[in-house]
T-cell receptor, first 113, second 114 residues
Framework: GQQVMQIPQYQHVQEGEDFTTYCNSS?????IQWYKQRPGGHPVFLIQ?????EVKKQKRLTFQFGEAKKNSSLHITATQTTDVGTYFC?????????????FGAGTILRVKS | EAQVTQNPRYLITVTGKKLTVTCSQN?????MSWYRQDPGLGLRQIYY???????DKGDVPEGYKVSRKEKRNFPLILESPSPNQTSLYFC?????????????FGPGTRLTVL
């Protein structure tokens, strides 16, 4: 079945350093969503990318969707302690199979101040 | 306040004792789903529902049941829980389909099966 692979599994950075997490799908995605889960919390929607090659920014966060719509990345510039958490990407399965959402395993970000 | 609620938040039970985790949303969302979260595996979809009386299996449906008799409620039923169902469970809803729609997650239910 469709798989969404996410790397790295874990990253520990010094405050002020940059951070990137990558998401790769085994199939072409119609769109991709990104979520953040704070420690002890629930996933919270960050953004959705739909178009091939799309780039969106939210303050220090930059999201990209690959040209082939099979990969995506989230880049955080100058990390802060408030960025701590797990970042997930998620993509819908092929339209033929309706509305199942497949999540990557997530990247755990720890920020050392 | 727009939200997804789950109850209970924490549950410790024994093997074989039937249990139900409730989920309710007040946003008039059509789509609801259940996920389990395990370390290193991310969020895996158990069941989803496109609307009232319409449910379908996700990626890990074995050992679970769901029902959608009302639009706002989507309970998860474990008829005979086993230790491998010990996990953190999230209910989520969205306006319509999972595609192209932000998922709103509940606070989670941490289940331990002894």
């Amino acid at each position: 079945g469709q798989q969404v692979m996410q790397i790295p599994q874990y990253q520990h950075v010094q405050e002020g350093e940059d951070f990137t997490t990558y998401c790769n799908s085994s199939t072409t995605l119609s769109n991709i969503q990104w979520y953040k889960q704070r420690p002890g919390g629930h996933p919270v929607f960050l953004i959705q990318l739909v178009k091939s090659g799309e780039v969106k920014k939210q303050k220090r966060l930059t999201f990209q969707f690959g040209e082939a719509k099979k990969n995506s990345s989230l880049h955080i510039t100058a990390t802060q302690t408030t960025d701590v958490g797990t970042y997930f990407c998620a993509g819908p399965t092929a339209p033929l199979y309706g509305n199942k959402l497949v999540f990557g395993a997530g990247t755990i970000l720890r920020v050392k101040s | 306040e727009a939200q997804v609620t789950q109850n209970p938040r924490y549950l410790i039970t024994v093997t074989g004792k039937k249990l139900t985790v409730t989920c309710s949303q007040n946003m008039n969302h059509e789509y609801m789903s259940w996920y389990r979260q395990d370390p290193g595996l991310g969020l895996r979809q158990i069941y989803y529902s496109m609307n009232v009386e319409v449910t379908d299996k996700g990626d890990v449906p074995e050992g679970y049941k769901v029902s959608r008799k009302e639009k706002r409620n989507f309970p998860l039923i474990l008829e005979s829980p086993s230790p491998n169902q010990t996990s953190l469970y999230f209910c989520a809803s969205s306006l319509r389909t999972a595609s192209y729609n932000e998922q709103f997650f509940g606070p989670g239910t941490r289940l331990t099966v002894l």
